[in-house]
Each structure stands twice: as structure tokens, then as C-alpha cells.
């Protein structure tokens, strides 16, 4: 591989490390970028589904190019913003949402050596970031001149901050087996197959881990943030067009970038579980994707999915998905 860009280094010269970190950024958001889509699509079908209904169809073979048709529109939306805000600090929230969530990736390794910025403090360089998200929740439910985004912006943050606690204190028990904070140093101390990954020893940590993670994301059932009493979505209700999908782009990431560290952390990230099956990315992308399914509630909407088609009225209520006390057991 260095071989091969050795000429185009000669090329650039001086500006060659800074051009190839810049590729390597790509490489990493666009496919995130992408997975985002595709996870809203799946979610949204998979509702649908429970609902007794199609779900998005129409565009494209099979629906899938709804994500882009999705954003299309959010671009050419008009950006309302609402009398009497702070305008500077309405627009800075979404960048203080979606910063930390793409920067925490810079340190996630996806195989032995494939990593942006092998840092040595890479854990604690995470915990930062994700910390530092609650920042964007606080300024927009507080920017946004609404009793219903403040409300919103306070719950959200208060579960944000109590979980993290819970969150930072179960990978400090990773900490102290592996004796490092380099994180592909943690995914290599769990190296010798099946049996020497943390998940055995640490699964109380695991589980508080995954629990907090779920709830640090919003994800049902910890979606107290979205304000059903009020019937809006909570601290971005002010938000319209592409600063709505910024923060909704940010949460994705953010569940994402929480399924991802629970793979490395107790699963042995890129490692394969059985010596005949090769380590690599491979072997760390179906965890993850795994992990993705469970924050977002997929299991526990199958569950309920049985209580839903039970009602007499599937099919015919236009509430089910909210007020219809059968159909809301399963939203």
C-alpha cells in the first residue's frame, strides 16, 4: 500500500500528510453518513410493519433511495427560526451536536492498524467527546425562545449526564483488566479467541454499559426527551430543514458510535471468536450492526408487534401508533 502512494506523495510534497488525513476522514464519514440512512430506512420499515402498513415503498426499487429523497427535502426546506431567539447560538447547537459525534470516531479502530488517530488516550479521548454532546441539547432547547424545547433541552440532558456516570464507570472497569487506555491495545488484550473477551468476566459492566448507552441515545424505552405529554419532539421542536437533520444525523451516530465501543470494549472488536475464522473488519462490522438493532428497540418491537396486530382495530385506526392503549405498548 505505501508502494502504491509513494508517487502521489512525491506529488504533494509538504501537503501530503494533511491531503491524507482528509481521505481518510472521508473514508470514515461517508459510509457512517450512509449507514445512518440505511439505519432510519430499516427502522422505519420495521415500524411500519408493526403498524400494519407498508412503510416507504415508492422511491426506488424497494424503497431504497427513500434516505436520499429524505434529504433532498431537508436541504430545500426553509430553516423558521422563531421570534425571539438567540439566532447566533440556534445555529451553533446543531454543530456542537454533530462535532463530537463525527470526532469521537477518529480514535475507533475497525482493524489491527486501520484507525484515524491511534492515540494512546483514545478512551478517555471518547468519554470527552461524548460528554461534550450534551452541550449542543442545553444551547438549542435554550436558544430556541420555547417552554416546550427548554423542558425538552432539561430532560434530556439530566438523563444524558446520569447515564454517562453509569457509562464511564463500566468502561473503567475495561480499563483496569486491559492496563491501557489505547483502545486497539484493550481489542488486542482480548486476543486468544472466544474465551478471553470481557464480556465473561465484566458482564455485569456489560450490562450496565449496554443500558446506559441505550439511555444516552434516547432510545425507547429511555425516550423521555421526545415529550409525549407535549406532543413534540422535545429540544429540537424549533428545528426545521437541514438543522433538524443534523441533530438527527448526530443522534444516529451517537447510537452507532455506542454499538461499535460495546463491540471493541467486551466483544473483541476486529478478533475473531474461533482461530479458523481470520480477524478483520469483517468480523467486527456484524457486532456492531447487531449492537445498532438493539439501541434501536427492533427486538422490543417485535415483541410487541403480536399485541398490535391483536387489536380490532388494525388496520383501520388512524391513532394506533400513539393513542390506542394496544398499539402504544408497542410504539
Same mark, same amino acid.
Given at each position: 500500500?505505501?508502494?502504491?502512494l509513494?508517487?502521489?506523495?512525491?506529488?504533494?510534497?509538504?501537503?501530503?500528510?494533511?491531503?491524507?488525513?482528509?481521505?481518510?476522514?472521508?473514508?470514515?464519514?461517508?459510509p457512517?453518513?450512509?449507514?445512518v440512512?440505511?439505519?432510519?430506512?430499516?427502522?422505519?420499515?420495521?415500524?411500519?410493519?408493526?403498524?400494519?402498513?407498508?412503510?416507504?415503498?415508492?422511491v426506488?426499487?424497494?424503497?431504497?433511495?427513500?434516505?436520499?429523497?429524505?434529504?433532498?427535502?431537508?436541504?430545500?426546506?426553509?430553516?423558521?427560526?422563531?421570534?425571539?431567539?438567540?439566532?447566533?447560538?440556534?445555529? !451553533?447547537a446543531?454543530?456542537?451536536?454533530?462535532?463530537?459525534?463525527?470526532?469521537a470516531?477518529?480514535?475507533?479502530?475497525?482493524?489491527?492498524?486501520?484507525?484515524?488517530?491511534?492515540v494512546?488516550?483514545?478512551?478517555?479521548?471518547?468519554?470527552?467527546?461524548?460528554?461534550?454532546?450534551?452541550?449542543?441539547?442545553?444551547?438549542?432547547?435554550?436558544?430556541?425562545?420555547?417552554?416546550?424545547?427548554f423542558?425538552?433541552?432539561?430532560?434530556?440532558?439530566?438523563?444524558? !449526564?446520569?447515564?454517562?456516570?453509569?457509562?464511564?464507570?463500566a468502561?473503567?472497569?475495561?480499563?483496569?483488566?486491559?492496563?491501557?487506555?489505547?483502545?486497539?491495545?484493550? !481489542?488486542?488484550?482480548?486476543?486468544?479467541?472466544?474465551?478471553?473477551?470481557?464480556?465473561?468476566?465484566?458482564?455485569?459492566?456489560?450490562?450496565v454499559?449496554?443500558?446506559?448507552?441505550?439511555?444516552?441515545?434516547?432510545?425507547?424505552?429511555?425516550?423521555?426527551?421526545?415529550?409525549?405529554?407535549?406532543?413534540?419532539?422535545?429540544?429540537?421542536?424549533?428545528?426545521?430543514?437541514?438543522?433538524?437533520?443534523?441533530?438527527?444525523?448526530?443522534?444516529?451516530?451517537?447510537?452507532?458510535?455506542?454499538?461499535?465501543?460495546?463491540?471493541?470494549?467486551?466483544?473483541?472488536?476486529?478478533?475473531s471468536?474461533?482461530?479458523?475464522?481470520?480477524?478483520?473488519?469483517?468480523?467486527?462490522?456484524?457486532?456492531?450492526?447487531?449492537?445498532?438493532?438493539?439501541?434501536?428497540?427492533?427486538?422490543?418491537?417485535?415483541r410487541?408487534?403480536?399485541?398490535?396486530?391483536?387489536?380490532?382495530?388494525?388496520?383501520r385506526?388512524?391513532?394506533?401508533?400513539?393513542?390506542?392503549?394496544?398499539?402504544?405498548?408497542?410504539?
Amino acid at each position: 500500500m505505501d508502494e502504491l502512494l509513494l508517487p502521489v506523495q512525491r506529488l504533494l510534497g509538504a501537503a501530503w500528510p494533511t491531503v491524507w488525513t482528509l481521505v481518510k476522514i472521508f473514508v470514515i464519514v461517508i459510509p457512517l453518513t450512509l449507514a445512518v440512512a440505511y439505519l432510519t430506512l430499516a427502522e422505519r420499515k420495521i415500524i411500519g410493519w408493526m403498524q400494519v402498513r407498508i412503510g416507504p415503498n415508492r422511491v426506488g426499487p424497494l424503497g431504497l433511495l427513500q434516505p436520499f429523497a429524505d434529504v433532498f427535502k431537508l436541504i430545500f426546506k426553509e430553516i423558521v427560526v422563531p421570534t425571539g431567539a438567540s439566532r447566533t447560538l440556534f445555529f !451553533v447547537a446543531p454543530v456542537m451536536s454533530i462535532g463530537p459525534a463525527l470526532a469521537a470516531w477518529a480514535v475507533i479502530p475497525f482493524d489491527d492498524g486501520l484507525v484515524l488517530a491511534n492515540v494512546n488516550a483514545g478512551l478517555l479521548y471518547i468519554l470527552a467527546m461524548t460528554s461534550t454532546g450534551v452541550y449542543g441539547v442545553i444551547l438549542a432547547g435554550w436558544a430556541s425562545n420555547s417552554k416546550y424545547a427548554f423542558l425538552g433541552c432539561l430532560r434530556s440532558a439530566a438523563q444524558i !449526564v446520569s447515564y454517562e456516570i453509569a457509562m464511564g464507570f463500566a468502561l473503567v472497569g475495561v480499563l483496569m483488566a486491559a492496563s491501557s487506555l489505547n483502545i486497539s491495545d484493550i !481489542v488486542r488484550n482480548q486476543s486468544g479467541g472466544l474465551s478471553h473477551w470481557y464480556i465473561w468476566p465484566l458482564f455485569p459492566l456489560f450490562v450496565v454499559y449496554l443500558v446506559s448507552g441505550i439511555a444516552e441515545t434516547n432510545r425507547h424505552p429511555f425516550d423521555v426527551a421526545e415529550g409525549e405529554s407535549e406532543i413534540v419532539a422535545g429540544f429540537h421542536v424549533e428545528y426545521s430543514g437541514v438543522t433538524f437533520a443534523v441533530f438527527f444525523l448526530a443522534e444516529y451516530m451517537n447510537m452507532i458510535l455506542v454499538s461499535a465501543l460495546c463491540s471493541i470494549m467486551f466483544l473483541g472488536g476486529w478478533l475473531s471468536p474461533w482461530p479458523t475464522i481470520p480477524d478483520g473488519f469483517p468480523g467486527f462490522s456484524p457486532r456492531c450492526a447487531a449492537f445498532c438493532s438493539s439501541f434501536s428497540g427492533y427486538g422490543r418491537r417485535f415483541r410487541a408487534t403480536a399485541t398490535t396486530r391483536s387489536c380490532a382495530w388494525a388496520g383501520r385506526c388512524s391513532f394506533r401508533s400513539r393513542w390506542c392503549g394496544s398499539c402504544f405498548s408497542a410504539r
